[in-house]
């Protein structure tokens, strides 16, 4: 079974926990807001609109459905789905499930399979895969409102993110694909956004070295990217 997973939480460094989780699977669609037991920031509120006072009566994640629900489904034969797995994961184990099935990581396999993209975010590739000509029917049809950053709403643009790339690699492809390192071409910030990690390994490794040391919140496959070209010098 495939399952479609995406959450909201009260930010991205270690300290921060779920607010919000959103599943898709072929039998249901759950949405819950979770009470994280510390203060969700106004940063990230701005981003996904849950509030302190929404989730004051909400439960914690252990006495939530949401976490009966994932451990009912938390077995080998599972295919767990989501737009940056790591880090999905990462929030998950905090709350003491640890994955037991396979994974694919849609973000890691765009990357992979479309590497001359300008972008790799949920909703950059709404757009850029002209997802959106689409989406009225498919939510329609799944009974969900069109909501950036909602947690169920963006597990749904998930599964079209899948079903893109599943025209491009088999399933059993996406799932090597996200256990893995992807080796990318081009930088995608900086003031060399854009160009070849390779040429600027050549003529800047001083600017790549720094990146790697001092950006603590880089993307594995970008740290990966920077270190290989680097060592081929």
């Keep these: 079974m495939l399952i479609f997973l995406d959450t909201e939480t009260t930010g991205l460094e270690i300290k921060d926990r779920l607010c919000a989780l959103g599943m898709i699977t072929e039998e249901m669609n759950h949405f819950e807001l979770i009470n994280p037991g510390k203060k969700i920031p106004p940063s990230a509120s701005a981003i996904h609109h849950i509030t302190n006072e929404m989730v004051s009566d909400a439960p914690s994640f252990s006495q939530s459905i ?19 797995a790591p880090f999905e994961l990462s929030m998950l184990e905090k709350e003491g499930i640890t994955w037991q099935g396979s994974v694919i990581d849609t973000l ?96 800047d490794p001083g600017y790549l070295k720094w990146m790697s040391e001092s950006l603590m919140d880089m993307d594995e ?12 010098l």
């Design 108 to 203: 890691k396999c765009s990357k992979s399979l479309m590497d001359d993209l300008e972008g790799y975010s949920l909703q950059f590739l709404r757009y850029e895969l002209r997802l959106y000509r689409d989406e009225i029917r498919v939510f329609a049809e799944a009974g969900i409102p069109i909501i950036a950053h909602h947690a169920l709403s963006d597990a749904l643009h998930t599964r079209m993110i899948l079903d893109y790339l599943l025209d491009l690699a088999d399933m059993d492809r996406l799932i090597e694909i996200s256990k893995s390192h992807v080796l990318l071409s081009r930088l995608p910030f900086g003031k060399y956004a854009k160009k070849r990690i390779e040429e600027i390994a050549l003529k």
């Design 66 to 84: 949401s976490a009966e629900q994932l451990k009912s489904l938390n077995t080998p034969e599972n295919i767990l789905v989501s737009h940056n």
């Design 221 to 232: 496959d970008l740290r990966y990217s920077i270190g290989y070209y680097l060592n081929r």
